[in-house]
Nanobody, 114 residues
Framework: QLQASGGGLVQAGDSLRLSCAAS????????MGWFRQAPGKEREFAAG????????YYSDSVKGRFTISRDNAKNTVYLQMNVLEPEDTAVYYC?????????WGQGTLVTVSS
């Protein structure tokens, strides 16, 4: 089970940190990711991190502004979002993937006002 939190209403240029807490004892074996879905649009990839934290991946739209990290001891993955833009407004979902296994969190809403 994945529980995302940290969303809210911020102004353009502000920062926000999302958290995704996972239950279970095998969190450290899963690759984790953050996806987002803006109103009227399809869900899209934002950031990903390998199971051991050794590699991170970002979409072009967030690269340089967002940072994904994980703490396997706390079963938590984070998304630090800086210099937020109105275009970042979306529901953010965390994702866990291992082979054919895939799980989604319930989403947390981020709204960025101009």
């Amino acid at each position: 089970q994945l529980q995302a939190s940290g969303g809210g209403l911020v102004q353009a240029g502000d920062s926000l940190r999302l958290s995704c807490a996972a239950s279970g004892r095998t969190f450290s074996t899963y690759n984790m990711g953050w996806f987002r879905q803006a109103p009227g649009k399809e869900r899209e990839f934002a950031a990903g991190i390998r199971w051991n934290g050794g590699s991170t991946y970002y979409s072009d739209s967030v690269k340089g502004r967002f940072t994904i990290s994980r703490d396997n001891a706390k079963n938590t993955v984070y998304l630090q979002m800086n210099v937020l833009e109105p275009e970042d407004t979306a529901v953010y979902y965390c994702n866990a993937r291992q082979g054919r296994l895939e799980y989604w969190g319930q989403g947390t809403l981020v709204t960025v006002s101009s």
